[in-house]
């Protein structure tokens, strides 16, 4: 389909005559049936595939709006007869297809070979400037029921001459009107896409209405990467026959374009009969005059894409001619889209660094647990041995000097089992890689191993454990498991920091749909400074009676890996020789409760 007849169905489809306008063409049709003798005229319009009757005089109700297929009327003109710019189609060659959708007067014809029959047909085809025809000027019934004489047809000539300007000038005026419309529409489309989170989810979303509001038969987008080199093209056309023409091959000149245009603001109009185009040298323009020949295109509309100073790339509109120039209204929308489309080309690039540095993270992080679970267990075989050899050597007889360094190497091979129990829990915990199968599980029973579990360190200790669970069950969605982890790690530490004579008390309850459980001390407290950092991995406390206790700084940063695996949440509330307050936010299970809820037991 040709850029022409493109134009004249879209345009045709969308326009319609306002009232102004029809009354100035019933002005029109009226004066030409007073003043050139006839009883009958009226104006016929182009709306496609179809003409419809705008005004009428002489005829009755019902004539205007009415249809006729435009295969119709360009069949009747083919066998008219010339008469300067009029075209008259006697009785005996109208069709019967023709005769069906006109109106014929009930009156008798005369005498004479220059008698007027009710059957023929005098009309002034409407051309404009591409030779499309856009209209009908008919007149019929002369008063005198003769045809026209030559003075009569002179008037008739003139009126056509005065119909011609009218209509093109309306026609011209309503589709500008309909063109600032449509490049209005799609700049609004084009706004409401960037809400999509990818560049080719936006164009996917925007490109048809572009294409079909600017006239065009296809267009590309060329997106720039951080170098300003072209990172890839997406091109879009209406056929299913098109193939993707090699873009490499002028990638130098429209790169260069794009940053100047970009900098000027300025879109180029670019065909073979508008080739001068700021910084383009005759020898790159017969280049590019050559690329679109070659892929079938006549004119193109090239819009850089950018945001702030930085051009990211240029979109073309694309036409299959240069008959119809791009219109100023165009080139401003064209631009503004091109603004529009640059904040999507940028957040596009944004969102694959950010996917770039997310994979890298990813990538390390799933090195640092393989490197994790290598050491763990390479180490843990060597560390057995060494420690079954120990306790062989402490059922012995030994003097007390050997005696005290085979206990100290058994108080350090237990700290080295902690470090790496607790290094494999939080590779486990920390895997990207590693699933999470949530299930119904009841906190209360969850808290009740962990305590039973803690008893003995609580009693060596001498710190006196004081449970606060209800009767009913508190279910939440999770890893039996890893809970029993992040409450042992929580209820333990409170334990280890807390002198003798201290208390822990361990609650929880719902709370705003939410299951909250408290763990309380009256230990040593926690620094504000120590606070900030207390759930890095590996972080030991800055203050002396926290650094004679041992520990492996990894307990509390296993807590947030396994909260955050739970869409949990977890506070303090401490201070230095006052005691900590820790409390833990689950969401809260709202299914059926069941009696057999999973615990934690060992």
Same mark, same amino acid.
């Given at each position: ?21 029809r *009354?100035?063409l ?43 297929p ?8 083919a066998?008219a ?15 019967a ?11 008798p ?20 400037? @591409? ?41 011209? =005026? ?16 084009? %706004?409401k896409? $960037?809400?999509?989170p990818?560049?080719d ?5 925007c #490109?048809?209405?572009?294409?079909a ?15 300003? /080199? ?18 490499? *091959? ?12 970009w900098?000027d ?6 065909? =073979?009969?508008? +080739? ?7 020898a ?14 006549g004119?193109v509309?090239?819009?850089? $894409? ?7 790339g240029?979109?073309?509109l ?5 008959? #119809? ?9 064209? $631009? ?14 944004q ?13 390390l ?41 085979? &206990?100290?190497a ?16 939080? +590779?486990q915990?920390?895997?990207? #890689?590693?699933?999470?199968d949530p299930?119904?599980?009841? $906190? ?5 191993d962990?305590l @039973? ?19 009913? +069950? ?7 498991? &890893? ?6 790690n929580l209820?333990g ?37 120590? @606070? ?8 030991r ?21 396994i909260?955050?695996?739970?869409? /949990?949440?977890? *506070?303090?509330?401490?201070?230095r020789? %006052? ?20 615990s934690?037991?060992?």
């Amino acid at each position: 389909m040709s850029d022409d007849t493109r134009g004249e169905r879209r345009v045709a489809a969308a326009t319609w005559v306002d009232d102004q306008t029809r *009354e100035h063409l019933q002005v029109l049709v009226e004066g030409v049936a007073v003043l050139a003798g006839f009883e009958q005229s009226s104006l016929t319009l182009s709306r496609g595939c179809d003409f419809e009757v705008v005004a009428a005089a002489g005829v009755e109700d019902g004539h205007v709006g009415r249809r006729v297929p435009a295969a119709s009327i360009e069949a009747e003109l083919a066998v008219a007869d010339e008469w300067g710019v009029w075209r008259f189609v006697p009785h005996d060659r109208a069709s019967a297809e023709a005769l069906e959708y006109s109106h014929i007067p009930d009156v008798p014809p005369l005498d004479g070979e220059d008698a007027w029959h009710p059957l023929d047909l005098l009309a002034a085809p409407i051309f404009d400037d @591409q030779g499309r025809l856009r209209g009908l000027l008919s007149v019929d019934s002369p008063r005198d029921g003769r045809l026209p004489s030559p003075e009569k047809l002179e008037v008739l000539t003139q009126y056509a001459g005065v119909a011609r300007t009218l209509v093109l000038l309306a026609l011209d =005026r309503e589709e500008l009107s309909e063109r600032v419309r449509l490049a209005g529409e799609a700049r609004e489309i084009v %706004r409401k896409a $960037l809400g999509e989170p990818t560049l080719d989810l936006v164009l996917e979303a925007c #490109r048809s209405t572009v294409v079909a509001c600017f006239d065009a038969v296809g267009m590309w987008l060329t997106a720039f990467d951080a170098d300003g /080199g072209p990172a890839r093209t997406t091109s879009f056309v209406m056929g299913e026959d098109y193939v993707v023409p090699p873009f490499s *091959e002028i990638d130098d000149v429209v790169i260069r374009l794009s940053h100047r245009y970009w900098k000027d603001q300025y879109a180029a109009p670019f065909s =073979r009969s508008n +080739a001068d185009q700021p910084g383009l040298p005759p020898a790159d323009a017969e280049r590019l005059l050559g690329f679109l020949e070659q892929i079938g295109i006549g004119s193109v509309l090239f819009v850089p $894409l950018g945001v702030g100073p930085e051009c990211l790339g240029f979109l073309v509109l694309t036409r299959v001619s240069d008959s #119809r120039r791009w219109t100023d209204v165009e080139i401003g929308a064209a $631009l503004d889209i091109g603004r529009d489309l640059g904040r999507a080309v940028a957040n596009a690039r944004q969102l694959e660094l950010e996917r770039a540095v997310v994979d890298r993270l990813r990538r390390l992080d799933s090195y640092r647990v393989e490197v994790v679970n290598t050491l763990g267990h390479e180490l843990r075989n060597p560390l057995f041995s060494m420690s079954a050899n120990l306790e062989l050597l402490a059922v012995g007889p030994l003097d007390p000097e050997a005696r005290r360094s085979v &206990e100290a190497a058994s108080r350090g091979a237990s700290r080295m089992r902690a470090v790496i129990e607790d290094m494999l829990t939080m +590779a486990q915990v920390a895997d990207p #890689r590693r699933g999470f199968d949530p299930i119904d599980v009841d $906190l209360r029973r969850v808290l009740r191993d962990v305590l @039973q579990e803690c008893h003995a360190a609580a009693n060596a200790a001498e710190v006196v454990c004081e449970p606060d669970l209800p009767d009913e +069950a508190v279910v939440v969605r999770g890893e039996p498991e &890893e809970l029993f982890q992040l409450f042992s790690n929580l209820v333990g530490n409170a334990i280890k920091y807390s002198d003798p004579g201290g208390r822990v008390g361990v609650g929880v309850a719902l709370r705003d749909g939410e299951v909250v459980t408290t763990v309380e001390d009256t230990g040593i407290g926690i620094s504000p400074h120590d @606070q900030d950092q207390l759930f890095r991995e590996f972080f030991r406390s800055t203050n002396p009676e926290a650094l004679a206790r041992p520990g492996t700084g990894l307990g509390l940063a296993i807590v947030a890996r396994i909260l955050k695996r739970h869409s /949990g949440t977890i *506070e303090l509330d401490s201070e230095r020789g %006052r005691g900590t307050t820790v409390t833990v936010t689950l969401p809260t299970w709202t299914g059926p409760v069941a009696d057999d809820h999973v615990s934690a037991e060992r």
